[in-house]
């Protein structure tokens, strides 16, 4: 099934150069991750703590900066030998944690279900939990969609930008939850298929 993250070659093959400059400066994988989650967490509690969907703008662009984090610490562990077991601890968590910290903005907004947003918000940690357990199986990590992680960041980033310009959209907001609940769980179907 169709996914952003089938465009992921095309992205690394232009954040490329930017990589091979970062290994020269001595940058590690580890500390982009780390960087990425860290942005991450921040961009969620200004958000919060701001409590107006002016803020949300912030969204779209922190979640472009993090899917070339994302990138780049990939292509450094890989390309410039710095593959480690802490590193991939780090991805996959780091990961998670991401996803939540910028999820959690969705609480402020009016006219939500707090249960979808928090049933989203679970969904989206069980179908990066059924990717990672693949390889207890004998397979690779998995990365089906349609709900993966490039997914998720897509819809966020596109509420980012429609929530401040239009607020009615809030109004519409927990069909599209129930939506995106449901393509969740068809991801999760898809991985565990893939993995079988």
Do not use: C
């Not at 990365?143 to 998720?152: I, L």
């Not at 966020?156 to 969740?184: K, R």
């Amino acid at each position: 099934m169709i996914s952003v993250y089938q465009l992921k070659p095309k992205f690394q093959q232009l954040l490329r150069p930017l990589t091979n400059r970062l290994a020269k400066a001595g940058i590690s994988a580890n500390q982009v991750t780390v960087f990425a989650m860290l942005l991450s967490i921040a961009t969620g509690a200004v958000i919060v703590w701001q409590q107006s969907l002016v803020w949300f703008y912030l969204l779209p662009v922190v979640l472009l900066v993090r899917m070339a984090l994302n990138a780049i610490d990939g292509m450094l562990a890989r390309e410039h030998n710095q593959k480690s077991k802490l590193g991939a601890y780090l991805n996959e968590l780091g990961d998670v944690v991401s996803d939540v910290a910028l999820l959690l903005p969705l609480f402020i907004v009016p006219n939500i279900s707090p249960w979808l947003i928090g049933g989203f918000i679970f969904m989206a940690m069980i179908v990066e939990f059924v990717g990672v357990i693949a390889p207890m199986v004998g397979k690779d990590r998995q990365y089906q969609g349609p709900m993966g992680k490039s997914d998720r960041a897509l819809v966020l980033g596109l509420l980012g930008i429609a929530l401040p310009l239009w607020p009615v959209v809030s109004s519409y907001l927990d069909y599209v939850l129930v939506g995106l609940i449901v393509l969740s769980l068809v991801t999760m179907i898809n991985r565990v298929k893939a993995a079988l």
